[in-house]
């Protein structure tokens, strides 16, 4: 199925996306393997080889011998049009065949403007985008990660969802069709059947029909079979010491995003601040012990002979044993040149003692996401950090010789006021004051803040999922606002694009309806649209417009408290009991302790899990 | 479930390695190494960093340099285009522990693969800059090839003047790239119906003929190779880089 396409590769920017053939790519004999999977990340190949969920998956595919896990990933522009002219279908790195010969393909949505690169990569296959237009004897269309927690927009494209961590699941659904292939049992409808009955965590949308309200909320969601459940739990590895781990991992030759070795160290987050999907669906917090960890590391380090491990969770200095590992690492990392770095710090665990551990803070600039300019709102999202804390925290930092600050903020809150948007220009005054308050500072150099201002996305599992976002209006208006409050030169205000920020909040709380107008955009082409590039917010309004979709209504609506909503089908293990709770907090400004100082009964510990910080008693009930 | 973790034992090899004899000053040892296949779409930046990789899995005690980023001394002969095979690179590294040359070979070996590959280490008594020149095999599949088409195409590159554009640091500039060719033949290979050309063209630092130009002053010349590029196509492979007076480079 290789056809010599050397020239179109001589044609196009950055061949070596596509031309494979990578150390530690896994090469199997397709005579003998029983099951072939197909493992697409819809972006590029330098951003989905830096996934280390991938990089999971991979490997725990390729540990079963008769299957054969490749991976795809979303060709750039110019590949596509030479693709499109020259008939050459979407193919697989490894092998380099088409997708039509797998026996499964399965997505990772990671973030929703990603959607139209799914459907974008089925029609460069050669696939029908409906699920309910491919038989038998096409592949099964499987869908996970994060936005499979609310995957009605893009339900009528996937044959099955897996909710939850795949390291199980994956390879329970390749050996369930190995099984019906051999008795001869296999039937694209039996298999779906039996998948959602007897695998836990297994969503096969088109087994549950959705009705509507006259106001067009939904109704109801009706399972087709009595033998199938009436809402998913999630499946999660319980103990993340004993939980699949990839010794070694496919080598890039180009450069990735993330070229490095990611060490994750937890799953799960303890804090619950209320904008955060990612904080209540990867609950309940499961460590690894350092010794483990330890292990690991040294293991991809023989294997890959990378000279920087990265420690990947959410919220990091949040680890019980930081110290005995960093200090277990930095055993081995400083003779053998590998600097050790950390994705995010939270302002109230920054300290000179940690920074000199590591590499990433070693240079001239350092990154805080205090999300709220005033205190008042960082109670709301219960952020749980001070200006207190960001201010000694920035001190460390400047006295170290630091003068370039970087700070994320979030407008376009529940309960914002103008004064809350102020509050981020004063925060990052009071930061310059700072400098210059540091006796020890780098006095040759000016101090520079960056601040950074995302807007506001109500995500489905999060306590504030039922809010509306703002208009792009008032979003404009605020930017514009906060624009005017920062006189300082020595202040940078960067802010996202609101429209993008639109059309996300309509995917993530969109519901079956909106597949007709995901199919039009990509009949109309749509792709890369996490790309600024390539994202027309004229071209969104007029596919949902034409496919009767109205975006206020998912975007800028308020859900009602009692309303069914798109995504109740599934159960991330944290109770919707628990996220009303938080909200009425949320509004009446309280905070909410982290699961280490005091359980709040998110009931997410009824899922389990080893090294937890959750009381083995269910407390779902308050 | 620790002892499932499979530990290759290389840091301990790693630190066996470092506390063998010390070499003072550090040795230069030169590498000869394949880029074929899939590596063709490899650019040069892209193989610094693959190669810092290979040296670390390879525990080599290589010399680090001093300063406030120490990282590993790596210099490379006439860089190679993308789009472009070579069977013979050359890459200098130090060493500062004592090792020959053939266990350098072989631990680099263990770690790359049949695309890239080391065929040779050994201790350099020249310098990259005596590189003058550097002989190409091109293979050519285009519809129309024939002797005919050869003897054009040889006609064509070997007819000074051969006016291009070629763009430097300075801008774009006209060169006749007949003048930059030391030889050059096109024959017709019957059996694989190619147009097959060997060439020998600068390739020092100074003035340098990067082989992609021929194909480029063909396809605009003959109009060949402007078909379907699944059945036209065109492959070049780096055969060998001589010095000034015609002798292998080593």
């Not at chain 1, 590769?9 to 999977?37: C, M, N, T």
């Not at chain 1, 809402?231 to 890039?252: L, N």
């Not at chain 1, 001070?386 to 809150?413: H, P, S």
């Not at chain 2, 010349?221 to 590029?229: A, K």
């Amino acid at each position: 199925m290789n056809e010599n396409i050397s020239s179109i590769l001589k044609a196009v920017s950055k061949p070596g996306r596509y031309s494979g053939g990578e150390y530690g790519q896994i090469i199997k004999d397709k005579e003998k393997v029983k099951a072939r999977f197909a493992f697409c990340f819809p972006d590029t190949y330098e951003i989905g080889m830096s996934n280390l969920g991938v990089r999971i998956l991979y490997g725990v595919l390729n540990n079963e011998d008769d299957v054969w896990c490749e991976r795809v990933y979303t060709p750039w522009v110019d590949m596509q049009e030479e693709m499109k002219k020259h008939g050459i279908p979407l193919t697989a790195c490894e092998s380099g065949d088409p997708l039509t010969a797998f026996d499964m393909i399965g997505f990772t949505l990671q973030y929703e403007m990603s959607y139209t690169n799914v459907l974008n990569m089925l029609d460069l296959a050669g696939l029908p985008l409906r699920s309910c237009d491919r038989d038998d004897s096409m592949p099964i269309i499987i869908g996970g990660g994060p936005c499979a927690y609310n995957p009605e927009p893009v339900a009528d494209f996937f044959d099955l969802f897996n909710i939850g961590e795949g390291e199980e699941m994956l390879p329970e659904l390749c050996r369930l069709y190995i099984k019906m292939k051999e008795e001869g049992s296999y039937t694209k409808e039996a298999y779906l059947h039996e998948a959602a009955r007897s695998i836990e965590g297994i969503y096969v949308p088109s087994f549950y029909e959705v009705s509507y309200n006259e106001d067009g909320t939904i109704k109801a969601y009706t399972p087709k079979y009595d033998d199938i459940p009436t809402s998913i739990k999630k499946r999660i590895m319980t103990d993340m010491d004993k939980s699949y781990f990839p010794d070694k991992v496919v080598m890039p030759y180009i450069e990735t995003v993330h070229d490095r070795i990611m060490l994750e160290v937890f799953r799960g987050c303890i804090r619950g601040c209320r904008f955060c999907q990612a904080g209540i669906i990867y609950r309940p917090v499961r460590e690894k012990s350092p010794e483990v960890l330890n292990s690991q590391a040294r293991c991809l380090f023989e294997s890959t002979g990378y000279d920087e491990i990265s420690l990947t969770s959410l919220s990091i200095s949040d680890y019980t044993q930081l110290e005995e590992l960093t200090d277990m690492l930095l055993e081995w990392t400083d003779e053998n040149m590998v600097s050790l770095s950390l994705p995010s710090l939270r302002v109230d665990s920054f300290t000179k003692e940690l920074m000199d551990k590591i590499a990433s803070v070693r240079s001239s600039s350092l990154t805080f996401a205090p999300e709220a300019g005033s205190q008042r709102l960082r109670d709301v999202i219960n952020k749980n950090v001070t200006e207190e804390d960001l201010l000694r925290a920035v001190n460390v930092a400047f006295e170290a010789g630091k003068n370039m600050v970087k700070l994320y903020f979030m407008q376009g809150l529940p309960t914002e006021t103008y004064e809350d948007i102020e509050g981020i220009a004063i925060l990052a005054s009071h930061v310059i004051d700072a400098y210059y308050k540091c006796p020890t500072r780098n006095k040759a150099k000016k101090p520079q803040v960056t601040i950074s201002v995302a807007c506001f996305i109500p995500k489905p599992f999060t306590p504030f999922q039922w809010e509306a976002q703002d208009t792009l209006e008032m979003l404009a208006e605020k930017q514009e606002f906060l624009g005017s409050k920062i006189t300082d030169r020595k202040i940078k205000f960067n802010h996202h694009d609101a429209k993008v920020s639109r059309i996300e909040a309509v995917l993530a709380r969109g519901d079956r309806r909106l597949s007709d107008a995901l199919e039009l955009a990509c009949r109309e082409g749509f792709k890369f649209d996490a790309w600024d590039e390539y994202f027309d917010y004229d071209k969104w309004i007029s596919v949902l417009e034409r496919t009767g979709a109205d975006p206020a209504f998912y975007a800028n609506r308020a859900f009602g408290l009692d309303e069914v909503l798109p995504w109740d089908i599934i159960d991330c293990g944290v109770t919707k009991e628990f996220l009303r709770r938080e909200r009425d907090k949320a509004y009446a400004e309280n905070t909410t302790p982290n699961c280490r100082e005091k359980c709040s009964g998110c009931g997410a510990n009824r899922l389990g899990g080893e090294r937890t910080c959750c009381p083995k008693l269910s407390k779902t009930e308050n | 479930m620790l002892s499932e973790v499979k530990q290759n034992g290389k840091l301990n090899e790693k630190r066996r390695v470092l506390a063998l004899p010390e070499l003072t000053p550090p040795r230069t040892v030169r590498l000869k190494f394949c880029k074929v296949g899939t590596l063709q779409y490899i650019s040069h930046l892209d193989l610094q960093r693959t190669f810092n990789r290979i040296i670390n899995r390879a525990c080599l005690p290589v010399w680090y340099t001093k300063g406030f980023n120490p990282h590993i001394k790596l210099v490379f002969s006439t860089p190679l285009s993308v789009g472009a095979q070579s069977v013979c690179e050359y890459l200098d590294i130090r060493i500062d522990r004592e090792m020959s040359c053939e266990e350098i070979k072989d631990r680099l070996n263990a770690e790359m693969t049949s695309e890239f590959y080391i065929t040779e280490a050994y201790l350099p008594s020249s310098d990259f800059s005596e590189i003058a020149w550097a002989s190409y095999d091109i293979s050519i599949t285009t519809g129309g090839a024939s002797a005919e088409l050869a003897a054009k195409a040889e006609k064509l590159l070997t007819t000074s003047p051969l006016m291009m554009i070629k763009k430097g640091k300075a801008g774009e500039k006209e060169v006749d790239i007949v003048k930059m060719i030391h030889s050059l033949t096109a024959t017709f290979d019957e059996s694989t119906g190619n147009v097959n050309i060997k060439a020998t063209v600068r390739a020092s630092s100074t003035e340098y003929l990067n082989p992609e130009f021929l194909i480029t002053a063909l396809k605009s010349n003959l109009s060949i190779l402007g078909g379907d590029p699944k059945k036209e196509y065109y492959s070049i492979m780096r055969t060998v880089t001589l010095k000034e007076d015609m002798t292998e480079f080593r």
